[in-house]
């Protein structure tokens, strides 16, 4: 009577664990030697080509880096600038008036817009007089470790285009986001977790979705791990 009985497949569960435990085997020392840079050197020493290298391998920055991480905060449907840091005195006393707007996008018709005064006084705060409602009465203490940017604009009046104008660059979807985008030129320290991750609000994510930490037209490498 043989020895193994005959099985479908020509082989045994121990042979196949066997042989498939040697390729893994070889399959994570080549990319160990990889992250090392051993392979590198050894490729460039023997027909000096660029090597392959690990694309979130740490690289040098143009400047020497105040920061060693950073913590995006992308909070949409937010309260409106003109109630919170930036400063329209004109806008008070003209609540309820109504004044033309030439919208752009969908056909860049004129429409009738209705002004509403915000809610809260502001006041001047720190040494550089930044101006802050009274909605963040703590933060206004502050605004001397802040910077403001009151310079931004999109391109689209459509809310899904326009995040990702402020999280990729583009209007329409495919490029990579910031997050990519510094994978790509800093490369990450941390072997052992994703270059940068996206933690989302529970009750959902952004309307136009996972194209807001897109890689893009990069490799998936450079993607974001939510």
Known sequence: MAANRPNFCGRTRR????????????????AMLGADGFLSTQSVAADD?????????????????????????????????????????????RDNQTIEVKTFGRGGHKNVGRLIEPR????????????????????AQKVDDIAFLHSMTADSPIHGSAM???????????????????NYGLGTENENLPGFCVMLDPRGGPISGPTNWSAGF????????V
């Open 15 to 30: 042979e196949f664990l066997w042989e498939s435990g040697c390729g893994f085997g070889g399959a994570a020392l080549t």
């Open 49 to 93: 080509k660029t090597p392959f290298e690990n694309p979130l391998a740490p690289k040098q920055p143009h400047f020497d880096p105040d920061a060693t991480a950073c913590i995006f905060l992308f909070m949409y449907g937010g309260p409106s600038h003109i109630d919170t840091f930036d400063y329209k005195p004109e806008m008070y006393g």
């Open 120 to 139: 809260w006084k502001f006041n001047q705060y720190g040494e550089c007089g930044k101006w802050v409602s009274d909605l963040f009465p703590h933060l």
């Open 164 to 182: 990702l104008m402020m999280n990729s660059g583009r209007i329409l979807s495919g490029s990579p986001c910031l997050g990519s985008w510094l």
């Open 218 to 225: 990069m490799p998936a490498s450079y993607q974001a791990t």
